[in-house]
């Protein structure tokens, strides 16, 4: 009787192993991530100049023409930055794949006997991590912009960055994972973040764009991860304001529905598992 048991308690030791294992994997090549990012100095003072330049650019350059309903253009539009600097981070992270494939590294890590999901997963959780220190990094600003921001909208927003980064993260994988050489992924890239950013309410409230753009806007998944944060980050700001004014500001109204911020979440949720699996799927396949 004792030797099925033992068999038993041995699958199940196995899969802890496994599931160890695992975890190790994504430790690892996590950190790797991480430490790349941050020994690339013109990378990572890039990444903080781009999103500043445009704050400032738009901030003050059309903060006295844009008049919006409540709230000056300069405070609406810093969310928009944050979401912003996550969206670049987060899809540019996925260039490290196709360097990796350049210098014979990805060849390595897939002939080694670990997990390919394992190996984009940690990918995926690299981007997000490095897109959610430039977001907190962005909300020193804030107080310059006249935002008044708490410590419990900042812990909101981290784990929301974190959140977004995941999902945007997982698109620039997808890419990378498909691409052989850093050109091709950059012209790629840019030509899916600059209109998706553009109709995405970064810059501009989604309910004022002309009609024909409403079905871009409507089916653009980061329109859905832009206005949670818009509507976090300008807790404060918000409150000050009718129900009506803010609902003008953060609503997005889409297939004649009124989204809740619950149901945008879903929508980040749902579209950051579809991310995953195409990421996994490219990992999984690449040589």
Do not use: C
Request: net charge positive; proline share 5%.
């Amino acid at each position: 009787m004792d030797i099925p048991l033992l068999g038993k308690n041995a699958r199940v030791s196995d899969k802890k192993i496994a599931g160890l294992h695992f975890l190790n994997v994504v430790r690892v090549v996590w950190l790797r991530e991480i430490l790349i990012y941050f020994r690339d100095r013109p990378r990572v003072i890039s990444a903080f100049m781009m999103p500043i330049v445009m704050l400032i650019l738009f901030g003050e350059g059309l903060g006295g023409i844009i008049e919006l309903p409540g709230i000056s253009y300069r405070q609406f539009i810093f969310p928009g930055m944050v979401a912003m600097i996550v969206l670049m981070n987060s899809i540019f992270a996925g260039v490290t794949i196709v360097t990796d494939r350049q210098f014979g590294f990805l060849r390595e890590m897939l002939v080694a006997p670990v997990s390919r999901t394992a190996i984009a997963v940690a990918k995926i959780f690299g981007g997000a991590t490095i897109a959610l220190i430039n977001g907190v990094v962005l909300f020193a600003f804030a107080p310059l912009m006249g935002i008044d921001i708490s410590f419990l909208i900042v812990v909101k927003l981290m784990g929301l960055i974190l959140l977004v980064g995941f999902m945007l993260t997982g698109i620039g994988v997808s890419i990378g994972s498909r691409l052989r050489t850093p050109e091709s992924f950059q012209m790629l890239s840019q030509a899916i973040i600059f209109p998706a950013m553009f109709l995405s309410g970064v810059f501009f409230p989604v309910n004022n764009t002309a009609k024909w753009l409403d079905f871009f806007v409507q089916f653009n998944p980061i329109t859905y991860a832009v206005a949670p944060i818009r509507e976090i980050g300008l807790g404060n700001e918000l409150e000050k304001v009718s129900p009506e004014v803010a609902a003008s500001l953060i609503n997005i109204q889409a297939f004649g529905h009124t989204f809740t911020i619950l149901e945008e979440l879903g929508v980040v949720v749902g579209f950051s598992l579809l991310m995953l699996w195409f990421a996994v799927r490219g990992v999984r396949n690449a040589s």
